[in-house]
């Protein structure tokens, strides 16, 4: 059994600061890329955000220069910091990942994390 499970979200301030973490456990042999989405009410899921096994990062052109995606490989966990919020990042945040585990390669997703930008 793999799981994902997000932390980290909340309310903020616009132009505040989060820093989202989801940690993968249960049977893993290897994790292939890690990717953040993103989902408001009303409005299609959305990539934010991927980084690959060899640390290679990706990014929607909307959250580029304000987030920093990042894994620690030994600990299978994925981070998300985020800066500059502004109201339109409002929504769950939800991390997917690529996993081997006892033998087949699967895509698995987190129950997602809530993140408001309000004041």
């Known amino acids: 059994q793999v799981q994902l499970v997000e932390s980290g979200g909340g309310l903020v301030q616009p132009g505040g600061s989060l820093t989202l973490s989801c940690a993968a456990s249960?049977?893993?042999?290897?994790?292939?890329?890690m990717s953040w989405y993103r989902q408001a009410p009303g409005k299609q899921r959305e990539l934010v955000a991927t980084?690959?096994?060899?640390?290679?990062?990706n990014y929607a052109g909307s959250v580029r220069g304000r987030f920093t995606v990042s894994r620690e490989n030994a600990k299978n966990i994925l981070y998300l910091q985020m800066t500059s919020l502004e109201p339109e990042d409002t929504a769950a945040y939800l991390c997917y990942a690529i996993i081997e585990s006892r033998g087949r390669w699967r895509d698995y997703w987190g129950q997602g994390t809530q993140v408001t930008v309000s004041s």
């Open positions: 980084v690959t096994t060899e640390g290679e990062t």
């Open positions: 249960g049977s893993i042999s290897r994790i292939n890329s």
